[in-house]
Protein backbone atom coordinates (compact mmCIF):
# COMPACT_ATOMS: atom_id res chain seq x y z
CA UNK A 1 0.00 0.00 0.00
CA UNK A 2 2.73 2.72 -1.37
CA UNK A 3 0.13 5.64 -1.15
CA UNK A 4 -0.54 5.24 2.63
CA UNK A 5 2.47 6.78 3.69
CA UNK A 6 3.50 7.77 7.44
CA UNK A 7 1.65 10.94 8.80
CA UNK A 8 3.83 13.36 10.60
CA UNK A 9 3.60 14.57 14.07
CA UNK A 10 5.00 17.53 13.33
CA UNK A 11 4.18 19.62 10.32
CA UNK A 12 3.14 23.28 8.76
CA UNK A 13 -0.35 24.56 10.13
CA UNK A 14 -3.43 23.41 8.01
CA UNK A 15 -5.22 20.86 6.51
CA UNK A 16 -3.59 17.82 4.57
CA UNK A 17 -4.57 14.53 2.66
CA UNK A 18 -2.05 11.78 1.36
CA UNK A 19 -0.76 13.51 -1.47
CA UNK A 20 -0.04 16.80 0.10
CA UNK A 21 2.73 15.38 2.66
CA UNK A 22 5.99 14.73 1.70
CA UNK A 23 7.53 11.20 1.46
CA UNK A 24 10.93 11.93 3.35
CA UNK A 25 9.43 11.77 6.35
CA UNK A 26 11.43 10.83 9.75
CA UNK A 27 9.14 7.35 10.49
CA UNK A 28 10.51 8.03 14.79
CA UNK A 29 8.37 11.00 14.58
CA UNK A 30 5.17 10.32 12.89
CA UNK A 31 1.90 7.65 12.78
CA UNK A 32 2.52 4.88 10.09
CA UNK A 33 -0.12 3.19 9.38
CA UNK A 34 -0.77 -1.01 8.06
CA UNK A 35 -3.27 -2.36 6.00
CA UNK A 36 -4.54 -5.48 5.22
CA UNK A 37 -6.09 -5.76 2.17
CA UNK A 38 -7.55 -9.22 2.50
CA UNK A 39 -8.82 -8.62 6.04
CA UNK A 40 -9.40 -4.66 5.27
CA UNK A 41 -8.04 -3.78 8.54
CA UNK A 42 -6.31 -1.09 9.35
CA UNK A 43 -3.64 -0.88 12.41
CA UNK A 44 -1.46 1.72 13.08
CA UNK A 45 0.41 3.45 16.97
CA UNK A 46 -0.70 6.63 18.02
CA UNK A 47 1.29 8.94 20.86
CA UNK A 48 -0.41 8.38 24.00
CA UNK A 49 1.58 11.15 26.22
CA UNK A 50 5.04 9.41 26.27
CA UNK A 51 3.72 5.84 25.05
CA UNK A 52 2.35 4.82 21.53
CA UNK A 53 -1.11 3.13 21.77
CA UNK A 54 -1.97 0.61 19.36
CA UNK A 55 -4.87 1.23 17.02
CA UNK A 56 -6.84 -1.22 15.06
CA UNK A 57 -10.33 -0.82 12.52
CA UNK A 58 -11.95 -3.04 10.86
CA UNK A 59 -14.03 -3.67 7.52
CA UNK A 60 -11.95 -0.03 5.86
CA UNK A 61 -11.97 -0.37 2.13
CA UNK A 62 -8.58 1.06 1.15
CA UNK A 63 -10.08 3.25 -1.48
CA UNK A 64 -11.95 5.27 1.01
CA UNK A 65 -9.06 5.54 3.17
CA UNK A 66 -6.82 6.78 0.53
CA UNK A 67 -9.16 9.22 -1.14
CA UNK A 68 -10.72 10.68 2.25
CA UNK A 69 -8.16 10.61 4.86
CA UNK A 70 -7.05 14.03 6.30
CA UNK A 71 -4.71 15.49 8.63
CA UNK A 72 -5.00 18.31 10.24
CA UNK A 73 -2.14 20.89 12.47
CA UNK A 74 -2.44 23.41 14.78
CA UNK A 75 -0.77 26.80 14.50
CA UNK A 76 2.02 25.68 16.69
CA UNK A 77 2.77 23.09 13.74
CA UNK A 78 1.46 20.08 15.93
CA UNK A 79 -0.85 16.96 14.16
CA UNK A 80 -4.34 17.63 16.17
CA UNK A 81 -6.53 14.97 14.05
CA UNK A 82 -6.69 12.44 11.66
CA UNK A 83 -9.99 11.49 9.81
CA UNK A 84 -11.56 9.64 6.76
CA UNK A 85 -14.79 8.92 5.03
CA UNK A 86 -14.87 5.09 5.65
CA UNK A 87 -18.36 3.47 4.66
CA UNK A 88 -19.87 7.06 4.10
CA UNK A 89 -19.53 7.81 7.43
CA UNK A 90 -16.78 10.54 8.60
CA UNK A 91 -14.33 8.69 11.05
CA UNK A 92 -12.15 9.84 13.51
CA UNK A 93 -8.75 8.10 13.31
CA UNK A 94 -6.55 9.89 15.73
CA UNK A 95 -7.06 12.93 17.78
CA UNK A 96 -4.48 14.75 20.18
CA UNK A 97 -6.01 16.24 23.73
CA UNK A 98 -3.70 18.89 25.40
CA UNK A 99 -3.95 17.18 28.88
CA UNK A 100 -6.16 15.06 30.82
CA UNK A 101 -8.54 17.63 31.40
CA UNK A 102 -9.03 18.50 28.06
CA UNK A 103 -9.24 14.78 27.19
CA UNK A 104 -12.09 14.32 30.13
CA UNK A 105 -14.18 17.73 28.92
CA UNK A 106 -13.96 15.95 24.69
CA UNK A 107 -15.41 13.00 25.97
CA UNK A 108 -18.00 14.30 28.06
CA UNK A 109 -19.32 16.49 24.87
CA UNK A 110 -19.04 13.32 22.51
CA UNK A 111 -20.89 11.47 25.61
CA UNK A 112 -23.68 13.16 25.76
CA UNK A 113 -23.99 13.53 21.56
CA UNK A 114 -23.41 9.96 21.09
CA UNK A 115 -26.39 9.38 23.55
CA UNK A 116 -28.61 12.35 22.11
CA UNK A 117 -28.10 9.75 18.50
CA UNK A 118 -28.86 6.91 20.60
CA UNK A 119 -32.80 8.42 21.74
CA UNK A 120 -33.40 9.57 18.87
CA UNK A 121 -33.51 6.17 17.58
CA UNK A 122 -35.19 4.88 21.11
CA UNK A 123 -37.74 7.53 20.54
CA UNK A 124 -38.77 6.42 17.23
CA UNK A 125 -40.60 3.02 18.97
CA UNK A 126 -44.11 3.10 18.74
CA UNK A 127 -44.74 0.59 20.83
CA UNK A 128 -45.86 -0.05 24.45
CA UNK A 129 -41.63 -0.46 26.09
CA UNK A 130 -41.71 -2.83 28.92
CA UNK A 131 -37.84 -3.22 29.11
CA UNK A 132 -34.94 -0.51 28.21
CA UNK A 133 -31.46 -2.44 28.47
CA UNK A 134 -28.31 -0.70 27.74
CA UNK A 135 -25.11 -3.17 26.85
CA UNK A 136 -21.38 -2.57 26.61
CA UNK A 137 -18.45 -4.03 26.80
CA UNK A 138 -14.68 -3.12 27.00
CA UNK A 139 -11.51 -5.06 26.88
CA UNK A 140 -8.90 -2.27 26.15
CA UNK A 141 -9.23 -3.12 23.00
CA UNK A 142 -12.27 -3.93 21.68
CA UNK A 143 -15.50 -1.66 23.03
CA UNK A 144 -19.20 -1.52 22.51
CA UNK A 145 -22.33 0.17 24.19
CA UNK A 146 -25.73 -0.35 22.71
CA UNK A 147 -29.45 0.19 23.70
CA UNK A 148 -31.59 -2.92 23.18
CA UNK A 149 -35.67 -2.38 23.49
CA UNK A 150 -38.67 -4.79 24.80
CA UNK A 151 -41.76 -4.21 24.03
CA UNK A 152 -44.58 -5.72 25.98
CA UNK A 153 -45.49 -8.04 23.62
CA UNK A 154 -42.28 -9.42 23.60
CA UNK A 155 -41.39 -9.47 27.24
CA UNK A 156 -45.06 -11.76 27.51
CA UNK A 157 -43.52 -13.91 24.87
CA UNK A 158 -39.95 -14.13 26.76
CA UNK A 159 -41.86 -14.78 30.04
CA UNK A 160 -44.22 -17.94 28.39
CA UNK A 161 -40.88 -19.46 26.26
CA UNK A 162 -38.62 -19.74 29.77
CA UNK A 163 -41.17 -19.60 32.69
CA UNK A 164 -39.10 -17.73 34.36
CA UNK A 165 -39.22 -13.85 35.21
CA UNK A 166 -35.80 -13.19 35.79
CA UNK A 167 -35.33 -14.18 31.57
CA UNK A 168 -37.59 -11.23 31.31
CA UNK A 169 -34.20 -8.94 32.41
CA UNK A 170 -31.72 -10.72 29.72
CA UNK A 171 -31.01 -8.09 26.56
CA UNK A 172 -29.98 -11.26 24.89
CA UNK A 173 -33.23 -12.90 24.82
CA UNK A 174 -35.23 -10.28 23.01
CA UNK A 175 -35.11 -9.82 18.68
CA UNK A 176 -34.54 -6.18 18.71
CA UNK A 177 -31.89 -4.96 17.06
CA UNK A 178 -28.92 -3.20 18.95
CA UNK A 179 -29.59 0.53 18.55
CA UNK A 180 -26.12 2.03 18.26
CA UNK A 181 -24.17 5.22 18.55
CA UNK A 182 -20.89 5.84 16.82
CA UNK A 183 -18.64 3.13 18.35
CA UNK A 184 -15.60 4.03 15.99
CA UNK A 185 -15.51 7.39 17.38
CA UNK A 186 -15.85 6.08 21.22
CA UNK A 187 -13.20 3.60 20.95
CA UNK A 188 -10.95 6.58 18.96
CA UNK A 189 -11.83 8.82 21.91
CA UNK A 190 -11.14 7.01 25.04
CA UNK A 191 -7.77 5.44 23.04
CA UNK A 192 -6.27 8.65 22.71
CA UNK A 193 -7.28 10.09 26.08
CA UNK A 194 -4.43 9.82 28.72
CA UNK A 195 -4.83 7.08 31.27
CA UNK A 196 -6.08 3.39 31.19
CA UNK A 197 -8.66 2.58 27.68
CA UNK A 198 -11.11 0.96 30.54
CA UNK A 199 -10.98 3.74 33.19
CA UNK A 200 -11.92 6.13 30.36
CA UNK A 201 -14.46 3.82 28.81
CA UNK A 202 -15.95 3.60 31.98
CA UNK A 203 -16.28 7.09 32.03
CA UNK A 204 -18.06 7.63 28.85
CA UNK A 205 -20.60 4.51 29.67
CA UNK A 206 -21.44 6.20 32.90
CA UNK A 207 -22.21 9.67 31.41
CA UNK A 208 -24.07 8.04 28.16
CA UNK A 209 -26.52 5.67 30.09
CA UNK A 210 -27.06 8.63 33.03
CA UNK A 211 -28.39 10.89 29.93
CA UNK A 212 -30.11 8.32 28.26
CA UNK A 213 -32.36 7.54 31.31
CA UNK A 214 -32.54 11.12 32.23
CA UNK A 215 -33.65 11.51 29.11
CA UNK A 216 -35.42 8.95 27.16
CA UNK A 217 -37.53 7.28 29.56
CA UNK A 218 -40.05 10.11 29.50
CA UNK A 219 -39.89 9.91 25.48
CA UNK A 220 -41.55 6.64 25.40
CA UNK A 221 -45.19 4.81 25.74
CA UNK A 222 -43.82 2.52 29.13
CA UNK A 223 -45.33 -0.54 31.40
CA UNK A 224 -46.58 0.11 34.58
CA UNK A 225 -43.49 -2.41 35.21
CA UNK A 226 -40.99 -0.90 32.71
CA UNK A 227 -37.59 -1.41 33.66
CA UNK A 228 -34.10 0.39 32.84
CA UNK A 229 -30.94 -1.75 32.82
CA UNK A 230 -27.47 -1.33 32.44
CA UNK A 231 -25.21 -4.35 32.61
CA UNK A 232 -21.87 -5.01 31.06
CA UNK A 233 -21.89 -8.23 28.65
CA UNK A 234 -19.03 -10.58 28.39
Known amino acids: ?38 YQMLTYDIPVGEDWRGMTLYNVSEDDLIRTLRAVYGKDGALQNITAILGGHDTLLYIRYENKEHARQEIRSFAVRNADAIIEQIRQCTDVVARL ?33 DSCDCA ?63
Open 133 to 165: FIEYYCDSDNMDYHAVIGTADQVEAVRRKYRNE
Open 1 to 38: MSELHNIPLIYKAGAYSLAGFSRDIDDDDAISFDYDAQ
Open 172 to 234: GNYPSENIEGDNRMLITMVRCAPGHPGENFRYAEEIMSKYIEEHALSAINRTVDFKYICAEYD
